[in-house]
């Protein structure tokens, strides 16, 4: 089955650049009809939808993060980063990484946690 893991620094400091990757094995990120989302739950809150690359490498951002997110590919090494500019310490979450189709996401990594903290 298809597994992704997600990997970076646990700690960031405010106004920096948050840099995550999710690593996928079992399936290839260009396989037609999925997207590759990232997505995130601060402490005590909700899942929050941040962006995806679809199959095709066409990225969709949340509105309310658009300006902050960017979302890349590597197929060689069958990858996709997120990148979260300028965080704040409302940024601290839980992160994941999915795959997704119609709407549900089907397959999760297991999430890292990230502190945004001086």
């Known amino acids: 089955q298809v597994q992704l893991q997600e990997s970076g620094p646990g700690l960031v400091k405010p106004s920096q650049t948050l840099s995550l990757t999710c690593t996928v094995s079992?399936?290839?990120?260009?396989?037609?009809?999925?997207?590759w989302s990232w997505i995130r739950q601060p402490p005590g809150k909700g899942l929050e939808w941040m962006g995806a690359?679809?199959?095709?490498?066409?990225?969709y951002y949340s509105p309310s993060l658009k300006s902050r997110t960017s979302i890349s590919r590597d197929t060689s090494k069958n990858q996709f980063t997120l990148q979260l500019s300028s965080v704040t310490p409302e940024d601290t979450a839980v992160y994941y990484c999915?795959?997704?189709?119609?709407?549900?996401?089907?397959?999760w990594g297991q999430g890292t946690q990230v502190t945004v903290s001086s």
């Open positions: 079992n399936g290839s990120i260009t396989t037609h009809g999925y997207y």
């Open positions: 690359i679809i199959y095709l490498g066409s990225t």
């Open positions: 999915a795959r997704s189709i119609s709407g549900y996401s089907d397959y």
